[in-house]
């Protein structure tokens, strides 16, 4: 059981991946005053702390989100699955929705978060599976943090590692390490952030063995303005994760279309599910 | 001199040396009696073993596919985890090729992993029914008003029982824990329930969201299942029996839970204690007051006397109180104290009790957490760690006669192997040719980690910003789906064509074993069917292989002991030789061969060797015979699966008579070499020197 568990779970993967990085709202006063004060290669650990505390906060995005999202998981020796879905969030009140919509099979299947509660929603029976924390979690090794927003400031503590390159772009190379008694998934990460736009573009998950779990790439990114932010957005429009514990495996998730505009007050509900499925 | 007169001398050397004999003997008759026993005994339990797991899955042979990444292990790893076995692409094929066997009866594929069903705790229970009833235009009020009853109560009680205890939930921090209470008086005033009806689905969420999750939930159900052919499991698992319900209807999707499963794992907690609390009483005799075991299941009924009056309505409350305190003889008004009075029961007062639960408590309670006939929505993870859901009816609860309380029999439930390929993730070819047009519209293409760097080419000026593009909007996706209703059925050839993971192989003659397994192996490498065999014992994994440790350590035991009796033989012998020296000096001189003497020492051992070693046989035949008539009573579950069944009875086999007989006559072979070689060196020379 453990094996199998172990492996990348798709739909907690995707929701982990998806409500941690969908949106980095850039303030554009920060962008301003980053203009002003541009940041050397060589940094100190106060300059190191804010830029990584700027990844954090853009990650915060209080108004509506919806995205529609294709998903290519791969695995050595299988056929690849895809999937289409439509992903809405109100981090505000820190609901999270998933709509599959492609293929016929997943279409109408959901999941809904509401506070801890991940509600599953399967059209076929018109059931709901509420699944707490706990559950949810319980034999894989996904932790809360997954489901929660980047909290990287609060949960690292930041070394500056110094200036690298990543293909073309100049990028300032962070090592975290977990802060004694937080629980996270994975207590070391290592962050490639572009030097100009301050965009994660590489990221490395390491277990506490020190191995290496996942590399994750995000090639493209899109900006959007939102107007409840007052500010732009930047989203990762391409990440490509590759799984380093059964190589051969990874996923593409493309976050093609998105749509930071107000959306129906009451969607996050089982109702609003339901009624997609007729 | 004649053999009989060497015979007698040697009777007599054995009964002068009286001691030394009984000794000697002793510990033969002991190894000889052990060999019979022990190897009668460990043959029966094999024998159990055997018919426990072919009888049950594995068949006489199991195949799988030559490419897999595990050895295959039907009963999983160790540490309780599938073993990953890959999977054969077309059943019907190998199916064709294998039955040309004439060795071969038959062919049922199989797939064993595990799964998981939420059902929800109590509050998710309710609320979904009222959910259920509120969406139905014809809804009965006065029900509805009857189950706002009901859930108002629930929710009274469940605050009732976190009063002063949010903290020891756990996994609410002190702000969550404070808005926990303040939900919690929010639903305990009238004003809540006033104006439900107008805003029912509101309230049902807001209770589902903030209050279910309050109670303590344990509810996931996790179980492994084989997903085969049930028709034909059914026909060629002979002790294959439907308990409750009904089998799964030829051709239709369906689920058959264990029913040792769904007795000791789905049944409501406190029911099931009881059970297994009478079972113990009548089967083991075992009482409440002499065994802390059962005193611990009536200690853990009275703890968790919440999961029987969280389940009841005020009505059935008020109902069960008064019943409860006729019972009792008793006043007592809070329903909490009265339950755990009743809980905690005693010896002489079990039965009425127990009685007394499946009439007038049960009926009121969800006895099951998944009723037979129920759809479920079963989630699984693939191969892949992706996870699926297939929607299955049960139909009912089976075992296999005469071990269905088993726990490793009933380690399985079982399903149609077309649900099983949709669980384990296999692709459809509707499903490929989605897989094609969702990739176009991603418009990605595949880059391997070695060449990821290239798409951070960037623009040709290092310095220059990445050119972000405005993000579209996301508007254009239809969202009304229509409801996909899960095929109920399926046609033979659909089962057929499709993969499987494993295939239980049933031969005419079980003892031809070996050379089908080299025959199917051959037949793989001539027709490419990309399989290999193996015997249920390595099928059954490290189950299959207790009987060769029983075996090993068994003859390791006897083994030592006839050792033991072989060096005491031995030394015996050679003191005698030294203080018979006189006696073998003179026989040489009055012209005994030295073949005359070998064969004085040979047969007394050979006489003390049959003599006792046929003793240890006759004992240890007639106690197997004994157990044979009485049978040996299977302790526990456990005990039941290698018995298979509720007793073993053991059956004497005479080859192993005739072994042991072989085993003794081979110790007193060996045992005389030594002694008789320095017997026939004594000269007449010595004895006469000596008598100087």
């Known amino acids: 059981m453990k094996k199998v568990v172990s492996k990348s779970l798709f739909y907690v993967a995707l929701i982990s991946i998806l409500m941690s990085v969908t949106a980095y709202a850039e303030d554009k006063t920060d962008a301003k005053k980053d203009a002003k004060t541009e940041i050397k290669p060589e940094l100190t650990q106060a300059q190191a702390d804010e830029i990584v505390k700027l990844v954090d906060d853009r990650q915060r995005n209080s108004g509506d989100y919806k995205s529609l999202v294709f998903v290519k998981e791969t695995e050595k020796t299988k056929e690849p699955r895809l999937f289409q879905a439509m992903v809405y969030r109100r981090d505000g009140d820190d609901k999270f929705m998933i709509l599959f919509t492609k293929p016929k099979e997943e279409a109408g299947k959901a999941y809904l978060k509401i506070d801890k509660n991940l509600w599953n929603f399967d059209p076929g029976t018109g059931k709901w599976e509420r699944r707490t924390e706990r559950e949810k979690l319980a034999g894989t090794n996904s932790r809360r943090s997954d489901f929660d927003e980047s909290r990287l400031t609060e949960e690292y503590t930041t070394k500056y590692e110094g200036a690298d390159k990543l293909g073309a772009y100049k990028v300032y190379k962070f090592k975290l390490s977990v802060k004694e008694g937080i629980d996270v998934a994975y207590p070391v990460l290592n962050l490639w952030v572009d030097q100009a736009d301050k965009n994660i573009l590489k990221r490395e998950e390491y277990a506490l063995s020190g191995k290496l779990m996942r590399s994750s790439f995000y090639p493209k990114w899109n900006k959007k303005f939102s107007e409840s932010k007052k500010a732009d957005v930047w989203i990762p429009e391409e990440i490509r994760i590759f799984d380093q514990l059964e190589k051969g495996n990874s996923t593409i998730v493309l976050i093609k279309e998105t749509d930071l505009g107000k959306l129906e007050e009451n969607m996050f509900t089982k109702a609003w599910i339901e009624s997609k499925s007729k | 001199m004649t053999n009989l007169m060497v015979l007698k001398i040697a009777a007599r050397n054995v009964f002068l040396h009286r001691m030394r004999t009984l000794v000697v003997g002793a510990i033969l008759t002991f190894g000889a009696f ?204 002979p002790q294959f029996e439907i308990v409750k319900g009904e089998m799964i209807p030829p051709g239709t999707r369906g689920f058959l839970f264990h029913d040792y499963f769904y007795e000791n794992m789905v049944k409501h907690k406190v ?46 409350t008020e109902k069960v109180s008064v019943k409860l305190n006729e019972l009792l003889k008793s006043d007592e008004k809070d329903f909490r104290v009265l339950l755990k009075n009743y809980l905690n029961m005693a010896d002489d007062n079990f039965q009425q009790r127990y009685d007394f639960f499946y009439k007038e408590i049960a009926p009121h309670i969800i006895l099951y957490r998944v009723q037979i006939g129920d759809v479920l929505p079963l989630s699984a993870f693939t191969k892949g760690g992706t996870s699926t859901a297939v929607n299955i009816k049960v139909y009912g609860t089976f075992r296999f006669k005469s071990f269905e309380n088993s726990p490793l029999a009933g380690n399985f439930s079982l399903m149609d192997l077309v649900s099983l390929r949709e669980l384990y993730g296999f692709m459809t070819d509707e499903r490929r040719a989605q897989n094609k047009e969702i990739e176009a519209e991603m418009g990605l293409a595949d880059i391997g980690q070695d060449s990821i760097e290239n798409l951070f080419a960037g623009p040709s000026d290092a310095n220059a910003k990445p050119a972000v593009a405005t993000a579209k909007n996301a508007d254009s996706v239809d969202l009304n789906f229509k409801k996909r209703i899960m095929g109920s059925s399926y046609t033979q050839e659909e089962l057929r064509n499709g993969v499987f993971l494993h295939a239980a192989i049933f031969l005419k003659d079980q003892s031809n074993m070996k050379a089908v397994i080299e025959q199917i192996n051959e037949t793989s490498k001539q027709n490419k069917l990309g399989i290999k065999a193996v015997s249920w014992q390595d099928a059954a994994g490290f189950i299959g292989q207790l009987t060769f440790m029983m075996k090993a350590i068994l003859n390791i035991f006897i083994g030592i002991s006839l050792m033991l009796a072989g060096l005491m033989i031995m030394n015996s012998l050679l003191m005698a030789a030294m203080n018979r020296k006189q006696e073998i000096g003179t026989m040489r001189a009055i012209g005994a061969h030295a073949s005359f003497i070998y064969r004085l020492f040979f047969y007394e051992t050979l006489f003390i060797s049959l003599l006792f070693g046929g003793i240890g046989v006759v004992f240890g035949a007639l106690v197997v015979m004994l157990i044979g008539k009485v049978g040996v009573p299977a302790s526990g579950d456990v005990a039941t699966f290698f018995f298979s069944g509720p007793r073993l009875y053991l059956h004497l086999n005479p080859m192993l008579i005739f072994v042991v007989i072989i085993v003794m006559v081979v110790i007193a072979i060996l045992a005389t070499q030594y002694p008789a070689w320095k017997a026939m060196k004594i000269s007449p020379l010595q004895a006469m020197q000596k008598r100087e």
């Open chain 2, 271 to 316: 029911a099931r204690r009881l059970d297994q609390i009478k079972k113990k009483m009548k089967d083991d005799k075992l009482t409440i007051a002499g065994s802390k075991e059962v005193q611990d299941q009536i200690k853990a009924n009275v703890e968790q006397s919440a999961e029987v009056y969280l389940q009841l309505g005020p009505a059935e």
């Open chain 2, 34 to 237: 052990l060999a019979v026993l022990g190897h009668s005994f460990v043959d029966g339990v094999s024998g159990g073993m055997e018919n426990s797991t072919t009888q049950s899955i594995t068949g006489d042979i199991q195949i799988y596919s030559e490419n897999a990444k595990d050895k295959l292990s039907v009963f999983g790893n160790m540490d309780g985890s599938p073993t990953d076995v890959g999977h054969v692409g077309s059943f019907q094929t190998v199916e064709q090729e294998l039955l040309k066997n004439p060795e071969i009866v038959s062919v049922v594929p199989m797939g064993t992993s595990f799964a998981q069903v939420s059902p929800g705790n109590i509050l998710d229970h309710f609320l979904e029914k009222i959910r259920k009833s509120f969406k139905d235009p014809n809804h009965d009020l006065q029900d509805i008003e009857s189950q706002k009853r009901r859930i108002r109560f629930l929710v009274q009680e469940i605050k009732k029982n976190l009063e002063g205890k949010f903290e020891e939930i756990g996994i609410l921090s002190a702000t969550e824990a404070a808005q926990a209470k303040v939900n919690l008086e929010l639903l305990s005033r009238d004003a809540f329930w006033a104006d439900f009806n107008d805003n029912a689905e509101n309230k049902i969420e807001f209770m589902a969201n903030k209050i279910a999750p309050l109670i303590f939930d344990d509810n996931m159900i996790f179980f492994n299942y084989v997903g085969t052919d049930p028709q034909m499991f059914k026909e060629r698992f």
